[in-house]
């Protein structure tokens, strides 16, 4: 009965822990990709044409602008069309380089580039594919011990 109570116990910390080991290599695969963006998106020379909603003044904005801020207040613009909800422009909360204020500035998204178009073509394959691989290699490890770990402890 101990025994079996000890192997259930076993059973979950190891759970437990494959877990947060799961967890740990999604959110560092993830920060490898957005730095890996980050440095792409240096070479960069689109820009984005935004509109100050406060002066009305149009001015140009590097796209890898907002590649290096990703935690800019954003508001998104829809518009309904035949049941579907179309994006049409992106508000973004910024500093106006002519009225110096800090105020929302629009990006018309129908007519400019997307970012992501920009990125160089498969830039986010090497990243998808050590993701899957390194989660599987650990799912398999768990799989294993998970068989083998009584054989080690009982
Ligand atoms: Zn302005």
Not at 7 to 19: K, M, P, S
Not at 105 to 114: G, P
């Amino acid at each position: 009965m101990e025994i079996l109570q000890l192997q259930f116990q076993v059973e979950i910390a190891l759970t437990i822990g494959f877990a947060i080991l799961i967890l740990l290599i999604m959110f560092i695969c993830f920060l490898q990709f957005y730095l890996d963006l980050r440095k792409q998106s240096k070479d960069l020379l689109e820009t984005a044409t935004l509109e100050c909603s406060q002066c009305h003044t149009s001015f140009q904005l590097p796209l890898a602008y907002f590649i290096q801020h990703p935690f800019l207040l954003k508001k998104d613009k829809r518009i309904q069309l035949g049941g579907i909800k179309r994006l049409t422009s992106r508000q973004y909360h910024l500093t106006c380089p002519k009225c110096h204020r800090k105020t929302w500035c629009s990006y018309d998204l129908e007519n400019s580039t997307s970012i992501l178009a920009c990125l160089r073509k498969g830039m986010w394959k090497k990243h998808l594919i050590r993701f899957v691989l390194l989660e599987c290699a650990v799912f398999i490890f768990y799989i294993l011990l998970m068989q083998l770990y009584s054989v080690f402890l009982f």
